[in-house]
Every structure is written in structure tokens, then in C-alpha cells.
């Protein structure tokens, strides 16, 4: 009775109240690897063929302005994970960890009596059983997990042993969320399940049947299309089992990717850039979302979201409010859901510092570990274990945010290039809903528009800089490493 008249609450309106399920909903996040947005069917792709990605864009939610928090993939995980945008806590860019200070979704749920299992790409830290920051130091209870991106016959972490698997990548990630799915089914038990895909990061590496339907076009784009053909065919088989589970209508299910389209190879439906950038072709993904019991009709998204609103949006559905929370970037964008708002309450910021990523090779990695613990022992290479995650760096400038950032107010977007080494700044603005391609600079045209954009941008990147010298953490003593 307490979740129904919370979700009454949330949803503001009778009809949906009477319909409301009497318990919140199972939770399945699922997450693809490099899937620009357009590079799905229903987005207009001239040659990919998603037909469960299609079928679910017509029966539930399709978000038409959905953004990566960041437009690299370790980022935008941690933004899932955290509600908060990646550069307050050091997730600068690929292959960098969580700080274990963080609370993480997982965390969160599991005060409200959810069970954890995170399946597939992991890459915020290490899957070595006693590393800070892997899934289960995170809060996953179950975890079936790699490094980072993996393909055909992958070896896999679980819960911290590593396991040689065969197959399609797609097909290996979705059946390990499905043995934890049908265990929770049958002990009746809430439960969150992160979904993240290996795929279709290359390098592409496509069963030959799923290369088939592409088999005129070049050698490249059929292991790249062929990826997402077979990550399309594994989701459509975790719908159809939740259905046959009879879990489908209080699941809430909810689909995106982690960054925007690879160059050359990946579509950006027409935007400007690709991944690595801040223009919308980097930042722009495919996302959807379905609640059966909840959400009866269709329905088009068109303001914008970002990978940051996942964790406030579903803290808020849960009813879970955790002790010393820090600063959240997201949003609880439910009230856009149902149709009660058409507008997003609060901008959008995104910052990429310019800092280079950290190389982590999932494949040797797991097979040494493989090897290692066939003998008996445990790598114990910092590099794969990350022991100094949670280290506080030295304080960085409140004044100076070198790289380039952006700040999203529908339909605005302004953008600020500072460069690293004499601190200029070079500002740029541009009108979304006339001009998604961010091709005509209108600085000149908005005179009063411009000078409160960059001050709200500004104070936000000196909140961020704030959150990553350490300022979340009251009781953290900053250090001379950084994390």
C-alpha cells in the first residue's frame, strides 16, 4: 500500500493510480557499447535490421533527445550508476574507476529489499573478487562481469572466478541476466539486473549468420551491423522470457546506449560529431523504456534526458532516500513520463577534460587471470586491481575547466572550449530544434540569452571541480595521487 499511493503520488493522476501495481517493479537496465542513434531501424537506418529494438519503440517509450552523460563509454556507466556527472568523482574517460566513496544504484536498491546482478561490460574498476572497485565492492550481489568490451568466447569474472564462455557476446550476457532473473522468479524476490552489452564495440566480431542480411554491403559493416543484429535478437529474448516468466508488466525496463555513433562505421542520424565529442553526434543515443502496468499507451519523449536521470528517476519510484547523498546532475524525469510535464526542469551539463582514457585489455587480462587461477594464485597487478580508486588528487582550479564542456537548456545548447595550455576560452551556441546538426553559431543573435548561460555553466563546472577535489566526502583527507 505505501509504494501504491507513492506511485499515485509520482504519477498525479487517478486513472494510472487505479491501474498502479501494489508492488514497485523489478528493474532491468540494459546498456549497449557504441550504438549511435541512428543506428537502429526505427530511427530510419538505411540497412540495420532491429526488429525487438523496432517493436519495442512502437509499444512503449521512445526518447527522441536521449544523451549519453558523457561521449565515452567508463563515464557514462559511472553517470548510471551514480546519478551524477562523471568528472565530480574522476571518471574522466574509458578505463577509469568508480570511487568507491560513491553510492551506487545498486547500493541504493538494495535498501529497499532488491536483490543486485550486473551481467556483461563492466569498466568503472576491476573484476577481481577483492578489488574496491568492482561489481560486488559496488553493491551487486550476483555479477557475471568483464573489464571492459568483449566478443566471441569471452572468459567472464564471476563474482571474482574467472569462467571460459562460447558463443555470441550478445547471447552469453543476456542468458547470465536470465539465470539470475528465473532464481529471483522463483523466490518471488525484487530484484535489479545493469545489462550492459560488449557490443557493438569493435573490434566487430559477428557470427556469420548474424553477417548474413548484410552480405552485399562491405566486410566491415557486416561484423558491425551483424553485432547489433545479434544484440537486437538477445534483447528481444530477455523481453519475451521476463513475459513468459510473468514478470514483463511490473518490470520496469529501460534501454540506451552508452555514448554516441563510432566514426565511419556507426550513424549519428545526422548530427554533428561521433564518439570522443561533445557536439550531439557524440552525445546523442537510441534509448527506451516499458512498464506494462504503468505505461498502457505508447508514447515519444521528445525533451531531453540523460543517462544521469536513471538513478534519481527510479531512487524516486522506490521511494529510497539515501543518508548523505551528494550532489545528484540527473533528474527524476518521471513527471515526463506520464505526460505531466513537457519540459525538462533543469539543464543539462557535460564536460570532457580533455584527460586520456586507461588502457584495459578485457581479453588478456581475463585470460591471465584464467591461467593464474587455474594454479592457484590471483594477479595482484595494481593496474587490474585499482587498490588507489578511492584517493582524493590534488585540488584542481575552481576558476580554470580546461577541456571542452557544454550546457543542454532545450533548446539551447551552449558549448565552452578552454584550451589546456593558455586557458582561452571560446564559446559557441547553437538552437537544437532548428539546427541539430550545431552548424550556425548564434552567439551575435542572443545578446541576454548568452552571459546567464555561461554563468550557470561556470557555477556548475565549479560544483564539479568542487565533488572531484573531495568536497562530497567530508570526512576524506585529500592525498597527492590522483584516483
Not at 550476457?173 to 524476490?189: N, Y
Not at 530484484?191 to 548474424?210: I, M, N, T
Not at 539546427?435 to 554563468?455: F, I, W, Y
Amino acid at each position: 500500500m505505501k509504494f501504491l499511493l507513492l506511485l499515485c503520488g509520482v504519477l498525479g493522476i487517478q486513472q494510472a493510480c487505479e491501474a498502479a501495481p501494489d508492488e514497485p517493479p523489478n528493474i532491468v537496465l540494459v546498456m549497449a557499447d557504441d550504438q549511435g542513434w541512428g543506428d537502429m531501424g526505427y530511427n530510419g537506418h538505411p540497412h540495420l535490421k532491429t526488429p525487438n529494438f523496432d517493436a519495442l519503440a512502437r509499444e512503449g517509450i521512445r526518447f527522441d533527445e536521449f544523451h549519453a552523460a558523457a561521449p565515452v563509454c567508463s563515464p557514462t556507466r559511472g553517470s548510471v550508476m551514480t546519478g551524477r556527472t562523471p568528472n565530480r568523482y574522476g571518471c574522466f574517460s574509458w578505463g577509469h574507476p568508480l570511487r568507491p566513496q560513491e553510492i551506487t544504484i545498486a547500493e541504493a536498491l538494495k535498501t529497499a529489499g532488491y536483490a543486485t546482478g550486473h551481467f556483461g561490460k563492466w569498466h568503472l574498476g576491476s573484476v577481481q573478487k577483492e578489488s574496491p572497485v568492482s561489481p560486488g565492492s559496488s553493491g551487486f550481489d550476483e555479477w557475471v562481469s568483464s573489464p571492459n568490451f568483449f566478443d566471441l568466447d569471452p572468459v567472464l569474472s564471476v563474482q571474482g572466478k574467472a569462467e571460459q564462455f562460447q558463443g555470441e557476446s550478445s547471447d552469453i550476457t543476456v542468458e547470465a541476466a536470465l539465470k539470475f532473473i528465473r532464481g529471483c522468479a522463483g523466490k518471488k524476490q525484487r530484484f535489479l539486473a545493469v545489462v550492459w552489452f560488449g557490443s557493438p564495440h569493435d573490434p566487430h566480431q559477428a557470427l556469420e549468420s548474424d553477417r548474413a542480411p548484410y552480405s552485399g554491403l562491405p566486410e566491415k559493416q557486416q561484423n558491425f551491423y551483424g553485432e547489433i543484429s545479434a544484440m537486437d535478437r538477445a534483447f528481444g529474448r530477455l523481453r519475451a522470457e521476463l513475459k513468459q516468466l510473468d514478470l514483463r508488466d511490473n518490470t520496469l525496463l529501460w534501454f540506451c546506449s552508452d555514448n554516441g555513433a563510432l566514426p565511419k562505421v556507426g550513424s549519428s542520424g545526422g548530427r554533428r560529431g561521433g564518439k570522443g565529442q561533445i557536439y550531439e553526434g557524440g552525445l546523442a543515443v537510441p534509448a527506451l523504456l516499458e512498464w506494462p502496468e504503468v505505461f498502457h499507451e505508447p508514447r515519444v519523449i521528445k525533451a531531453p534526458c540523460v543517462t544521469s536521470d536513471i538513478y534519481p528517476t527510479l531512487l524516486a519510484l522506490v521511494g529510497v532516500s539515501m543518508e548523505k547523498q551528494p550532489p545528484l546532475d540527473g533528474i527524476d524525469i518521471m513527471p515526463l513520463l506520464t505526460g505531466q510535464e513537457q519540459k525538462r526542469t533543469s539543464p543539462i551539463g557535460f564536460w570532457d577534460s580533455g584527460k586520456k582514457g586507461i588502457s584495459t585489455p578485457s581479453k588478456v587480462w581475463m585470460d591471465e587471470l584464467l591461467t593464474a587461477q587455474k594454479k592457484g594464485a590471483e594477479p595482484a597487478d595494481p593496474a587490474r586491481v585499482l587498490p588507489d580508486a578511492a584517493v582524493i588528487g590534488e585540488p584542481v582550479s575552481l576558476t580554470e575547466f580546461p577541456g571542452h564542456s557544454a550546457w543542454l537548456d532545450w533548446p539551447w545548447k551552449l558549448h565552452r572550449i578552454e584550451n589546456k595550455k593558455t586557458h582561452e576560452v571560446t564559446w559557441e551556441l547553437y538552437n537544437l530544434l532548428r539546427d541539430p546538426d550545431e552548424s550556425t553559431v548564434l552567439l551575435a543573435e542572443q545578446p541576454e540569452r548568452v552571459p546567464q548561460m555561461q554563468k550557470s555553466l561556470e557555477d556548475w563546472l565549479e560544483s564539479v571541480a568542487r565533488s572531484l577535489n573531495g568536497e562530497d566526502y567530508p570526512s576524506e583527507k585529500a592525498a597527492t595521487k590522483n584516483p
